[in-house]
């Protein structure tokens, strides 16, 4: 059983990536939910991760609030693709469940202090600030974790902010930097990957179809979110970045990659938060990521439908 913390900033496809890790508590146990300033501001991100806690009837779940801003620079939003709110789309109440007092980044020091070494999962979905501020914080802390299954970079997709970077990798290259030389075992799931797991029409049905406040609010954030890609890539449906990362958890089969050497661009601003991902093994640099490039997306969808309807 996978024990995790969800490092994120909501955004509808954060929200499905949560939602998928709270359909599957055979699985998966979510310790705690840390809200980063990313897609929206952090004020945003922390509601909206409430939001998706209450929509899956899950008040008990414990949500921290995180870092405001990148380690060395202004923060850069993306409400040209998810919205104002981060989570346009759905009409869903106001959250009533509190926000924890704890720092997110306190947070994840302690249980990571708290909890057996090699236990405890990281799965950030955002810019790392909040990861890389805590093993800043607790040098301690980077040999505790199980593994860090992230949402971020790109490879032959190269970039969704500038033409070299992703976003998450982009708004805070500087803390991505350290947690890819942190040493912590790393699963990277890229654009690469997540260009490829795509809602189409019939997929979102499928989610509809459902007939849940559930089923009906992820069909609902899709059909927003879907617009960017479509009008900007002609992409043939919103790509569910972020539940790549709780999918690799329930069924790491349905993934292919690498394990490979990445390292971040920091300096240049040309090319500002790039992973340079040495897919085809030309330096000697020690592999520090598994770095995926695959996904078996009919199957990706079956898993996300079948345990969204549990909710
Ligand atoms: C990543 O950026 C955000 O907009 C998404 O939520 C995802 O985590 C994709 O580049
Ligand atoms: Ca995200």
Not at 64 to 81: I, N
Not at 215 to 230: L, N, P
Not at 290 to 303: E, K, Q
Request: negative net charge; proline residues 8%; glycine residues 8%.
């Amino acid at each position: 059983r996978h024990r995790i913390i969800i490092d994120t900033d909501p955004g509808q496809d954060d929200a499905v990536a949560i939602l998928l890790a709270l359909s599957s508590p055979d699985e998966i146990e979510v310790l705690g939910i840390t809200a980063v300033a990313g897609n929206v501001p952090l004020a945003l991100t922390a509601r909206n991760a409430r939001m998706i806690c209450e929509l899956a009837g899950r008040r008990d779940v414990k949500v921290y609030a995180g870092c405001d801003r990148p380690l060395g620079r202004e923060l850069v939003t993306a409400e040209h693709v998810h919205g104002k709110s981060g989570l346009d789309g759905p009409d869903l109440p106001e959250p009533t469940m509190p926000l924890q007092d704890q720092h997110a980044v306190d947070f994840i020091i302690d249980t990571l202090r708290a909890e057996p070494p090699g236990t405890v999962t990281l799965c950030p979905l955002g810019p790392l600030t909040n990861i890389a501020m805590a093993f800043e914080k607790a040098p301690d802390i980077m040999t505790r974790v199980r593994e860090v299954v992230l949402m971020g970079g790109a490879y032959f997709e190269v970039g969704n902010i500038t033409p070299a970077a992703e976003f998450n990798i982009y708004v805070d290259p500087q803390a991505a930097r350290i947690v890819f030389k942190s040493g912590a075992p790393l699963v990277v799931m890229p654009l690469d990957v997540t260009h490829k797991a795509l809602v189409t029409a019939p997929r979102n049905e499928a989610f509809r179809a459902l007939g849940t406040p559930v089923g009906i609010a992820v069909a609902q954030m899709t059909e927003f979110f879907e617009r960017y890609d479509k009008e900007k890539y002609g992409s043939a449906g919103a790509p569910l970045h972020d539940p790549c990362v709780t999918a690799y958890l329930l069924r790491p089969d349905l993934f292919t990659g690498r394990q490979i050497n990445v390292e971040i661009e920091t300096g240049s601003e040309l090319t500002m938060g790039m992973t340079v991902a040495d897919w085809w093994r030309v330096t000697d640099r020690p592999a520090n990521a598994l770095f995926m490039g695959g996904i078996d997306a009919p199957d990706f969808f079956a898993l996300l439908t079948e345990r969204l309807a549990r909710l």
